[in-house]
């Protein structure tokens, strides 16, 4: 199943956040990077808003993680002082045990938001496939492997490649 990494802004004016949003999360294998302007203590914010509330109940009822720890710097800052936790990452529940090292970077963003990052690990980082012995492939095999794990049509005019030697 593909995997989805989405980036969704919410303006402040918008009184549900979730509408912005309401067919990302369709499968469990997405992650969502969100500037919500929404507000709640779960994030880090000493208030609670209206659009926090809400935005905290999709997040329970489809099953949703906040990567967010509350924990943390804030993710945007201006220059009259002002401090809040408005951008968010969200991740199915699927993918939330793969986003690893989430930080905050104090790199210079060009705009009051932070620059979130972290490392998306994949089924090759976690060492699954880490050595293959092409010599001793079945090729074979491998083919019929794809066929009926992808479903793919293979016709009389599929081409075959042949190793020279």
């Not at 926090?52 to 906040?66: D, F, H, R």
């Not at 009259?80 to 090292?101: C, E, P």
Request: glycine letters at 4%; hydrophobic letters at 35%.
């Amino acid at each position: 199943m593909p995997q989805i990494v989405a980036s969704v802004y919410s303006p402040p004016t918008d009184i549900d956040p979730t509408l912005r949003m309401k067919n990302l999360f369709t499968s469990k294998f997405n992650v969502s990077i969100n500037d919500f302007n929404a507000k709640s203590s779960l994030w880090g914010n000493a208030l609670n808003d209206k659009k926090g509330q809400i935005l905290e109940s999709l997040m329970i009822n489809k099953k949703l993680y906040l990567i967010n720890s509350e924990h943390t710097a804030p993710t945007f800052e201006n220059t009259q002082g002002g401090k809040s936790w408005i951008d968010l990452t969200i991740a199915g529940g699927n993918v939330n045990d793969k986003i690893k090292s989430w930080t905050i970077c104090e790199t210079e963003s060009l705009s009051f938001h932070k620059i979130i990052f972290f490392e998306f690990q994949t089924v090759l980082d976690q060492g699954l496939a880490k050595t293959m012995n092409l010599k001793q492939t079945d090729w074979d095999g491998v083919n019929n492997y794809l066929r009926q794990e992808l479903r793919v049509k293979y016709t009389a005019t599929t081409t075959r490649y042949q190793r020279n030697e």
